[in-house]
């Protein structure tokens, strides 16, 4: 079955542009997450969506993210406006479901690497 | 909160030796799901193993198994028989609410494979 695809693989933008990228999940996947991973740690989570609706963006940073996913499936991911500190590889994941269970696993996507210069 | 900590930055390990990776958490939660991930240059991330905190028993999958201490909130992954193929971005990862999936992530250990 094909994997998570995720567009653009690399991405460089000047501070205060705007940049979108792209995911789509496991066809019949339900629950599909975006983290955020920056240089020497590990991924944070974005926010996660349940089919078409937010199941939690606690910590996206909504004055210049956004994210939506209409009709439950293929996702963006916005920023505007972009700042040096946003550089980082934005990962996408789906799973079957939100609920986790004994063999229930997230697979990701290979990522966008962003550049802020 | 909830935290995750890998406290080997860099590891190297000769091919066909044994290596292992540390990891530590910290919850006072009961019942939660640990992971291993792999992320290789590719920057996608594999799942290596997982352990349900319920279950006493250690997770094995071929050459990877877990120590998994749930008193001292301890979770090591050894890998034996090391192989080049093994070389990469190793995460600990947490997740304490299952009708989320939200994992929480360690730093990453590097581990190399030298032939």
């Known amino acids: 079955e094909a994997g998570v695809a995720q567009s653009p693989r690399y991405k460089i933008i000047e501070k205060r542009q705007s940049v979108a990228f792209w995911c789509n999940p496991i066809?019949?996947?339900?629950?599909l997450y975006w983290y955020q991973q920056i240089l020497g740690q590990g991924p944070k989570l974005l926010i996660q969506?349940?089919?078409?609706?937010?199941?939690?963006d606690s910590q996206l940073p909504k004055d210049r993210f956004s994210a939506e996913r209409l009709k439950g499936v293929d996702s963006t991911l916005k920023i505007q406006p972009a700042k040096l500190e946003d550089s980082a590889v934005y990962l996408c994941?789906?799973?079957?479901?939100?609920?986790?269970?004994?063999?229930?696993?997230?697979?990701f996507g290979q990522g966008t690497r962003l550049t802020v210069v | 909160a909830q935290t995750v900590t890998q406290s080997q930055p860099e590891m190297s390990v000769q091919e066909a030796e044994t290596v292992t990776l540390s990891c530590t958490y910290d919850?006072?939660?009961?019942?939660?799901?640990l992971f291993w991930y792999k992320q290789p240059p590719s920057r996608q991330m594999i799942l290596v193993i997982r352990?349900?905190?319920?279950?006493?028993q250690n997770a094995t999958e071929n050459r990877f198994s877990v120590n998994f201490q749930k008193a001292a909130k301890s979770f090591s992954l050894k890998i034996s028989d090391s192989q080049l193929g093994d070389t990469a971005m190793y995460f600990c990862?947490?997740?304490?609410?299952?009708?989320?999936?939200?994992?929480?992530f360690g730093q990453g250990t590097t581990l190399q494979v030298k032939p």
């Open positions: 352990q349900e905190a319920y279950k006493q």
């Open positions: 990862a947490f997740m304490i609410d299952s009708n989320t999936g939200k994992l929480i």
């Open positions: 066809s019949g996947h339900a629950t």
């Open positions: 919850t006072s939660e009961n019942n939660y799901y």
């Open positions: 969506f349940q089919n078409n609706g937010v199941v939690d």
């Open positions: 994941a789906s799973s079957l479901e939100s609920r986790w269970g004994s063999n229930t696993e997230a697979f």
